[in-house]
């Protein structure tokens, strides 16, 4: 199981910037795959931003050039910098646990296992 624990969510004027933050709990020789979601209000959720365990990056093209997505394994954090934030940025931002890379050492192995572990959510506004 892995717990999820996001923040750095708020209320912006259009143009202005925020930082998402999403801390893992687990295993200390894992990381993980992970992304940004968001869900508007009477909208489906949709992905934002993700990264890989090999550090692959991928962003929809609504964020593309606004967004930048960060992780530190060490902490097993990820990260998102909205700069340039439009009133249609608002929605409620979740954090998701893709999959979990676990590398054992002195020859403890390793296992990939896909995942789909969710936090809160937290709630971004931006006005006009």
């Known amino acids: 199981q892995v717990e999820l624990v996001e923040s750095g969510g708020g209320s912006v004027q259009a143009g202005g910037s925020l930082k998402l933050s999403c801390t893992a709990s687990g295993d200390t020789y894992c990381r993980y795959g992970m992304s940004w979601h968001r869900q508007a209000p009477g909208k489906e959720r949709e992905l934002v931003s993700a990264?890989?365990?090999?550090?692959?990056?991928r962003y929809s093209d609504s964020v593309k050039g606004r967004f930048t997505i960060s992780q530190d394994n060490a902490k097993k954090s990820v990260f998102l910098q909205m700069n340039s934030l439009k009133p249609e940025d608002t929605a409620m931002y979740y954090c998701?646990?893709?999959?979990?890379?676990?590398?054992?050492?002195?020859?403890?192995?390793?296992?990939?296992?896909?995942?789909?572990?969710w936090g809160q959510g937290t709630q971004v506004s931006v006005s006009s």
């Open positions: 998701k646990a893709d999959s979990t890379l676990c590398i054992r050492p002195n020859g403890g192995g390793a296992s990939y296992v896909e995942s789909a572990y």
């Open positions: 990264i890989d365990t090999d550090g692959n990056i």
